[in-house]
């Protein structure tokens, strides 16, 4: 992301402030996604880190500054925001990781090596743990005092999975052509609409997931 | 009949939907294991009675085998929705829980609640490299930076964070940073003035 290193090098106030606010609204929609999107997408450990470095800095220049001074409060009142977004959403990603572990180590798994990994290695670490927990738990209160035949978990009927049909709003946010939203089948012929810039759809989420991922369109 | 027990367990957790944590029903637990066991031991000896050459055995083994499923997907619903349940009092009272709720759980339930607050914490201290980020505070978006609250317990000397102490006694009000104060909201020892 050549924006945030350049962030990072920058030492003049006016550029800091607006990168700053670049990364801030670039997380305020990865937010939104992830708040309505049903399954988990790609971690933005790079906004996350980069925001929290800021809110720190921010803090700093708070214990300069002088007691009862104005500013402070507007400062401390916007840093209180981003602390918010932050915790919302690592929070909301937490939550999608407690609920669809089991799904979501095997999407790891599965992963081909040039594919991004949708958890961040604190997630990976997590959600290892948290799985692991769970099955002991079960294990130990009531798999082991089953009959033999019946002590394992079945991945395919325990885990939970996102429910990928469920319908998001969006905005376009680039053109797009020929998205095919039904395939063909016996008595309805396919359906494809071509996405403008700016329209806004109800739509099944599944035919839209690799747009989200791009950031062709955005959910609201 | 057929994983009856198995049954109540479920509507045990179909009627504590509000939030509250019944007890842990270490007997209904035991009973449909009981039961399992039992169903097993009779699929057992049919089945290897109808190796020797016995007829018709075969349509209770399935009925049989179609309980012990049900049974065990009961069982695991139940403890499941359990520990959903305890995770989400992680987020309310914190790392700490109050005593009746402890009191409903079973030990191994306990154990759990451990190894989860360890594995939050230590999740939480490993966001963004230094210090971490407590998730468990900014609940709610923020609308202003100081909140009027009321006591509603002693809670003896506070310190803020610029360094003043306050004593915070049952029905006085302060005027205090919410950040400050949040998690003694969710605990129930200050609340939040509306008007």
């Not at chain 1, 030492?11 to 670049?22: C, G, M, P």
């Not at chain 1, 939550?95 to 040039?114: A, F, P, V, Y």
């Not at chain 1, 290892?128 to 089953?146: D, P, T, V, W």
């Not at chain 2, 978006?141 to 964070?161: M, N, S």
Request: glycine share 6%; aromatic share 6%.
């Amino acid at each position: 992301m050549s924006e945030l290193e350049e962030f990072g090098d920058e030492s003049s106030e006016e550029v800091e402030v607006l990168t700053a606010a670049e990364v801030l609204s670039k997380l305020e929609q990865a937010w939104a996604d992830e708040k309505f999107a049903p399954d988990l997408l790609e971690a933005k450990t790079d906004l996350v880190e980069c925001m929290l470095e800021q809110i720190n800095e921010m803090e700093e220049n708070i214990q300069r500054a002088k007691r009862g001074d104005f500013k402070v409060s507007l400062h401390r009142m916007e840093i209180d925001r981003i602390r918010y977004l932050l915790s919302s959403y690592l929070r909301c990603r937490l939550m999608k990781i407690e609920k669809h572990t089991t799904h979501i180590l095997e999407q790891e798994q599965m992963r081909k090596e040039e594919e991004n990994s949708r958890l961040s290695p604190e997630e990976y670490t997590f959600a290892k743990e948290y799985q692991a927990s769970m099955e002991g738990h079960f294990k130990n209160i009531a798999l082991r005092h089953m009959p033999p035949n019946l002590q394992s978990l079945d991945p395919k009927q325990t885990a939970v999975r996102p429910n990928l049909d469920s319908y998001v709003f969006l905005r376009v946010a680039e053109d797009t052509q020929g998205v095919l939203v039904e395939e063909e089948t016996v008595d309805t012929g396919e359906e494809i609409v071509d996405l403008e810039k700016g329209d806004q759809h109800i739509m099944r989420y599944r035919p839209v997931v690799p747009l989200v991922a791009s950031g062709a369109v955005t959910l609201i | 009949m057929l994983a009856e027990k198995a049954l109540e367990l479920i509507r045990e957790l179909q009627r504590s939907k509000d939030g509250s944590l019944p007890p842990y029903n270490e007997d209904g637990v035991r009973q449909v294991l009981e039961e399992m066991r039992a169903l097993f031991e009779q699929n057992q000896k049919d089945v290897s009675a109808t190796v020797e050459g016995e007829k018709g055995l075969f349509s209770g083994v399935q009925l049989r085998h179609a309980a012990l499923e049900r049974n065990k997907r009961c069982l695991l619903a139940y403890l499941y929705n359990r520990l959903e349940e305890i995770r989400k009092m992680r987020w309310e009272f914190g790392s700490v829980l109050p005593g009746e709720v402890k009191y409903n759980m079973c030990e191994q339930e306990v154990q759990w609640f451990g190894k989860y607050n360890k594995m939050l914490a230590t999740y939480m201290r490993s966001i963004g490299g230094v210090g971490g980020l407590d998730l468990t505070q900014d609940m709610k978006p923020p609308k202003t930076l100081y909140i009027e609250v009321r006591c509603l317990a002693d809670h003896g000397e506070f310190e803020t964070q610029d360094g003043n102490i306050i004593v915070l006694k049952k029905n006085s009000q302060h005027f205090l940073l919410r950040s400050e104060c949040e998690h003694l909201i969710r605990q129930g020892v200050l609340e939040h003035m509306v008007h």
